[in-house]
């Protein structure tokens, strides 16, 4: 056996004794260079230990690869509330009871407040009828002139002296039921029953005495006319009912005031 120059000499185990008493002088045997454990066929010392190490290190990589994939591509997000059974301990139907019937009393107070507001303003319309049904009954007259106004003069038996449909202001009544008229255009005085005349309706806004029936004496102010009805709507100016609108006033009833 050829073993070289000087030098250590890698031995096997059991087989030292008879190497060593070969060997030439100067020459040593050199220990066992496997340790326990790391004994593998047909390896050197180092060899494996190397290739396993870069496997393991080259697995750890791919490993740190995957997993870092797996956290950049997350997967769809996940309600951990969906699709789980709602649990019901029975709040949810008795506070819906309560507030139901909370609801249907609140609306029973309402159509009650309703009913007893209806039925108070219709008692108040009512009253208020029966105060003008009063008053009409005992302002309305079989009479209406009075000193002011402004009339029409309708006696045919005076067409011939041009008095017919001319129209004079009222500067007395004599027996309730005869005026003494002065004539506008010619301020002749004439003595003329009241059936002879006839009222007069101003313009829109203008002032009118209210002389007969529930505001008989009131003076108002002329808002509209009804020619189909032969009404007129006025507003009440001044005295107790101050303000007070009169929506279906008869023609016969109001009269133009002399200004």
């Not at 000087?6 to 008493?21: E, F, S, T």
């Not at 006839?198 to 313009?203: A, H, R």
């Amino acid at each position: 056996m050829d073993v070289g120059g000087p030098g250590p000499l890698w031995g096997v185990r059991g087989l030292g004794c008879q190497l060593g008493a070969s060997l030439p002088q100067g020459h040593v045997v050199s220990p066992d260079p496997f340790p326990s454990g790391e004994r593998v066929r047909g390896r050197w010392p180092g060899e494996g230990t190397d290739r396993e190490d870069g496997s393991k290190e080259a697995n750890k990589a791919t490993g740190k690869i995957a997993i870092a994939l797996q956290k950049s591509a997350p997967g769809p997000k996940v309600n951990p509330f969906e699709d789980k059974p709602k649990v019901n301990l029975g709040f949810d139907e008795e506070d819906s009871g309560v507030r139901e019937k909370e609801k249907d009393e609140v609306a029973n107070k309402k159509g009650k407040d309703v009913k007893a507001a209806e039925a108070r303003k219709s008692a108040l319309d009512e009253l208020m009828k029966d105060e003008e049904k009063a008053k009409e009954r005992s302002n309305r007259k079989d009479y209406w002139l009075c000193p002011g106004i402004v009339v029409k003069v309708m006696s045919k038996s005076l067409a011939q002296k041009g008095y017919y449909k001319q129209k004079g202001m009222v500067k007395k009544v004599i027996d309730k039921y005869v005026g003494e008229i002065e004539m506008l255009e010619s301020k002749h005085v004439l003595r003329v029953d009241q059936d002879e005349l006839e009222t007069v309706i101003p313009q829109i806004g203008g002032l009118v005495r209210i002389v007969n029936g529930a505001y008989r004496g009131s003076n108002a102010r002329l808002l509209s006319v009804d020619t189909e009805k032969f009404c007129a709507k006025v507003q009440v100016e001044k005295g107790l009912y101050d303000g007070k609108v009169l929506r279906a006033v008869e023609y016969e009833d109001i009269c133009k005031i002399s200004l």
